[in-house]
């Protein structure tokens, strides 16, 4: 599966912004997905994941209530709702997927997922 994220961009402190990750070659509903993000000078951190179906998600503690992750399996696309951004959610945004076949899924660890989409911008201006 080939994974294409968007919508990113420039916002001020307080805005909102909807990534979309938009899947290609292969069912999107057979992959489990993730959001990461990578500030400038550190590594890449765990941000959402969301089950094959949408029946559950996950969130890094430190960003329930203001980022949901959701996904529409008819059109190929999760998304990643963000509300209230600060300027220390500034990074690359990144979005992954795993087969639901492979087993012992992590949601929070990067080396669990096969599939990475090119990342888009996001810039938070206070």
């Known amino acids: 599966v080939q994974l294409q994220a968007s919508g990113g961009g420039l916002v001020q402190t307080g805005g909102s912004l909807r990534l979309s990750c938009a899947a290609s070659?292969?069912?999107?509903?057979?992959?489990?997905m993730a959001w990461f993000r990578q500030a400038p000078g550190k590594e890449r951190e765990f941000v959402a994941a969301?089950?094959?179906?949408?029946?559950?998600?996950f969130y890094e503690e430190s960003l329930k209530g203001r980022f949901t992750t959701s996904r529409d399996n008819a059109k190929n696309t999760g998304y990643l709702q963000m509300n209230s951004l600060k300027p220390e959610d500034t990074a690359v945004y990144h979005c992954?997927?795993?087969?639901?076949?492979?087993?012992?899924?992590?949601?929070?660890?990067?080396?669990?997922?096969?599939?990475w989409g090119q990342g888009t911008q996001v810039t938070v201006s206070s």
């Open positions: 992954a997927a795993r087969p639901v076949s492979a087993t012992g899924w992590a949601p929070t660890s990067e080396s669990d997922y096969s599939y």
């Open positions: 070659g292969r069912t999107l509903s057979n992959y489990h």
């Open positions: 969301i089950t094959y179906k949408g029946g559950s998600t």
